[in-house]
């Protein structure tokens, strides 16, 4: 399930479990085909929570997460970043640091 | 995706590969679209595209992400794979992928892998490639904001991202082998800006810096060979395009690193056939790579059908 979330609700989250985090911009290209790619992602795993944050609109929660560019995903699990992806990547790669987090 | 023979693989899924496909799928021909990434190729690290006609001025992945729900429409398969050979069997082709180690069959290949950005080679760009080196302002340009960076480039890219740089950061260096050579009213613009520097014919030495990026060192290619170290958070380096067909080497199709095709997109291999980016031609454009796609899908028909008779 892929949910936009501003600081606010990602700060109210219940955040227990595996987790995936995409920064994204509305202006950046590789953000809009990441997330093409993560509606794939999402198909294949729908109880699987994905959440998107838009990086110029929520500075302040980008810099407590040490983002610095966008697209960024960052793997989760219990509110403990497990791992982080930078720029465009491909669907495989992001399956594979899903089922990282899953186990 | 069904495991059977395909009539067409289409390799890379950028707008040549996605109207090859719709092409391909019009004239009856059992389509299969692959790409490593997404669809879109390189235009989706274009902000603007305006000389591509019927769509007004579009964004680049807007415009991909359009272009690949027609495909889909269309009925072209389309899968995540990254191809790493592609195998002569005479009439059959084999489509060789990394991921799973696929093999495709097929009975016609067309190779769509276009371009990506040129690196430098120089010490310090691998140290510091993702993080203080990047290749797309409008991605990382924001985390410059109020700081200093260095364009290297005077192409048409390294000028439009120039002046979009220009109005995010503190200083902005350009440097570049030759003078700027790109459109003269950008290059104009991006002269008057009161926060640029143009540093021409210039040779690329380092990049300098730990931990962190924290400069950059070149030397001009005038007679004095003047040195200078310019200090910056950032470098977007914008050198030209490199072709993406070192799978299809072993083809003995490539003629430097591009594919050499016939008027009818045909490589000098039976059966593969190539189009967009990554042929041997003389302008790059989402308009003239569209044009190859349906050329190529096309011919690949009528090769694939001359083999049912």
Same mark, same amino acid.
């Given at each position: 399930?892929i ?7 990602y ?20 953000c809009?085909?990441?997330g ?18 838009e ?6 929660l ?7 560019g ?17 720029g ?16 | 995706?069904?495991s ?15 109207t ?8 009856n !021909?059992?389509? @299969?679209?692959? *790409?490593? =990434? +997404? ?6 690290n274009? /902000? ?11 964004n ?11 495909s889909q ?9 990254t ?11 084999v ?11 097929c ?19 691998d ?16 985390q410059?904001?109020g ?17 979009y ?11 570049? !082998?030759?003078? @700027?050579?790109a *459109?003269? =009213? +950008?290059?104009d ?5 009161? /926060? ?15 931990d962190?990026l ?21 470098v977007?380096e ?23 095709t016939d008027?009818?997109?045909r ?17 790059r ?13 096309h ?11």
């Open positions: 399930m949910t936009e979330v501003n600081t606010p609700q700060d109210a989250l219940d955040k227990k479990g595996p987790m995936l985090v995409e920064f994204y911009s509305k202006t950046c290209g590789p809009k085909m990441l093409f790619v993560l509606k794939d992602v999402d198909k294949s795993n729908p109880d699987f929570r994905i959440y998107q944050v990086f110029n609109e929520n500075k302040e980008k810099d407590r997460c040490g983002v610095k966008f697209p960024t995903l960052l793997f989760m699990k219990d509110g403990e970043e497990v791992s982080r992806l930078e465009l990547k491909q669907k495989p790669v992001i399956l594979k640091e899903i089922e990282k987090i899953k186990t | 995706m069904e059977n023979k395909y009539d067409i693989v289409i390799v890379g899924a950028g707008p040549s590969g996605l090859a496909s719709v092409y391909a799928v019009r004239a !021909m059992k389509t @299969l679209l692959l *790409d490593k =990434l +997404a669809p879109g190729g390189q235009i989706i274009t /902000n603007e595209i305006a000389n591509y006609l019927g769509v007004g001025t579009i680049g992945a807007q415009l991909a992400i359009q272009m690949f729900e027609q429409a269309a009925g072209a398969e389309f899968d995540y794979k191809v790493t050979a592609i195998e002569d069997h005479g009439d059959t082709k489509v060789v992928c990394e991921e799973d180690g696929a093999r495709i069959e009975n016609a290949v067309i190779v769509a892998t276009g371009t990506r950005p040129r690196r430098l080679g120089v010490p310090g760009e140290n510091f490639a993702g993080s203080g080196i990047s290749w797309c302002a409008i991605c990382d340009g924001a410059y904001e700081k200093d960076v260095v364009v290297i480039g005077g192409g048409n890219s390294a000028v439009e991202e120039s002046i740089l220009a109005g995010i950061v503190n200083k902005l260096t350009v440097v570049t !082998m030759f003078d @700027l050579t *459109d003269p =009213l +950008a290059c613009k991006l002269r008057a800006m009161p /926060n640029v520097t143009v540093y021409p014919y210039q040779d690329i030495l380092e990049f300098l810096g730990e962190r924290e400069g950059v060192r070149f030397k001009s290619t005038n007679e004095d060979a003047t040195e200078r170290t310019v200090t910056c958070d950032g977007f914008y050198i030209g395009l490199q072709p993406m067909a070192g799978f299809c080497e072993s083809l003995g199709i490539l003629d430097r690193g591009f594919i050499k008027p009818q997109m490589t000098s291999m039976p059966g593969v056939f190539a189009c967009g980016d990554i042929i041997v031609k003389q302008l454009q989402v308009a003239t790579a569209c044009g190859d796609g349906a050329v190529a899908a011919n690949a028909a009528a090769y694939v059908e001359s083999l049912r008779k």
